[in-house]
């Protein structure tokens, strides 16, 4: 399954939108068609309010070299939260419960909540499919179909 032939709701996930703000990163370009998806008939493009927070400190920290300053980064989150067609989700207290449930069931620790959070909160907006780098996080979830767009 490629990008280019994608229909149907789908989730953006952090690292596809990190790159879309690194212009000097090989990735930038493909990652820049991905949130393009949006404006394409049949396809409802989301990313989560934990996604934008996420960014952050991934943009403000080591892995990105030089990082960005605290200014910068939060213009390139605002940016992102305001294109037009990317619907930006909320985090309510039942995704909370339902990631500690599939925590559990799955013997899920530590930071890798965070995946199920998302995971949480696809299952509970009958969201499909997620476009992210890290599919191993995402696969084996019931509902919930990762793919890498820069495959």
């Known amino acids: 399954m490629t990008v280019d032939a994608l229909t149907g709701r789908m989730l953006v996930d952090t690292n596809v939108l990190i790159y879309a703000t690194l212009a000097a990163d090989p990735r930038y370009a493909r990652a820049r068609e991905v949130l393009s ?41 605002r940016a992102l939260s305001r294109l037009r067609g990317l619907h930006v989700l909320p985090l309510t207290l039942e995704s909370v419960h339902r990631a500690l449930d599939l925590c559990v069931a799955d013997s899920i620790t530590r930071q890798n909540y965070f ?37």
């Open 115 to 151: 995946d199920r959070q998302l995971a949480a909160l696809m299952l509970r907006e009958s969201i499909p499919l997620i476009l992210t780098e890290n599919t191993a996080d995402f696969s084996g979830i019931h509902g919930i179909t990762p793919l890498n767009p820069f495959a």
């Open 37 to 77: 998806l949006r404006q394409r008939p049949g396809v409802e493009l989301f990313i989560s309010v934990q996604n934008l927070a996420e960014m952050y400190p991934n943009l403000t920290g080591p892995k990105n070299q030089p990082p960005d300053n605290p200014a910068l980064a939060r213009e390139k989150i």
